[in-house]
């Protein structure tokens, strides 16, 4: 299977009824200040090359961000703090992310989540965040001849990656690695021949992080260029 074709079949997904109901509500109601906008209100496929280098992990799509646009970080606040420093560091085209067809390109750079469809107050359950995980590792397997990092955004996304790094061949620690912002971990391969990951955490972009100052542009985009650095971009 190719990323397009994992893509497609990621936005067919119904597996959580808790969330394709929210996903298609909130498509429907819409917010006000989009109700000339048709919302997505479907599961968001990752975005970015097939053949990446860096693999950016967040939490799920915002209910009218992603949820509305169709495209990861598209469309809200998060997105707006992640691509204007993913643009600082030159690893976009461009320092904003409005829609789906706005030019946007990422350099060398594929984003995904753990959890695909939009969640009630961005709150995803064990039982949802477990059964989107094939989705991810389906992902990961396909990026493996390429990706040499990944930056976790948040301690969801970190909890969520590490049982799928763990099963798709790279040896995670124990004790855990923890999750916090900076934290960098080199997961040995496990299978010869195979390159080592490097591990990246950041706080998330979310608004209560960047509005209270807890993470700054320059914050991130230390992370960032440390990620691409190892990465080999
Ligand atoms: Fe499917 Fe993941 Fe959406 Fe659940 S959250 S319906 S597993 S795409």
């Keep these: 299977r190719s990323i397009p074709e994992l893509d497609a079949a990621i936005t067919d997904c119904r597996a959580c009824p808790r969330l394709v109901a929210w996903r298609e509500k909130v498509a429907v109601e819409k917010r006000a200040a989009f109700r000339d906008q048709e919302y997505w209100g479907r599961p968001v496929p990752g975005f970015g090359p097939a053949d990446a280098k860096l693999l950016i992990v967040g939490l799920a799509p915002a209910a009218h961000g992603a949820n509305r646009t169709?495209?990861?970080?598209?469309?809200?606040?998060?997105?707006?703090?992640?691509?204007?420093?993913l643009h600082a560091v030159g690893l976009a085209n461009q320092p904003?992310?409005?829609?789906?067809?706005?030019?946007?390109a990422l350099r060398d750079t594929r984003m995904s989540s753990p959890v695909r469809c939009a969640p009630p107050a961005n709150k995803p359950t064990p039982t949802e965040r477990d059964t989107c995980r094939r989705w991810l590792t389906a992902e990961l397997a396909l990026l493996t001849p390429t990706v040499r990092a990944v930056v976790v955004l948040g301690g969801f996304g970190w909890?969520?990656?590490?049982?799928?790094l763990a099963e798709s061949g790279w040896a995670v620690p124990r004790p855990l690695p923890r999750f916090g912002h900076g934290a960098h971990v080199e997961l040995p391969p496990v299978a010869p021949g195979r390159e080592p990951l490097h591990l990246f955490g950041s706080y998330h972009v979310s608004q209560q992080n960047t509005f209270t100052g807890r993470l700054t542009p320059a914050m991130l985009e230390d992370v960032l260029r440390a990620a691409a650095d190892h990465a080999g971009i």
């Design 70 to 85: 169709g495209r990861m970080f598209t469309g809200d606040r998060s997105g707006d703090v992640l691509f204007a420093a």
């Design 96 to 104: 904003t992310a409005v829609h789906a067809h706005d030019g946007l």
């Design 159 to 164: 909890q969520a990656l590490l049982p799928v």
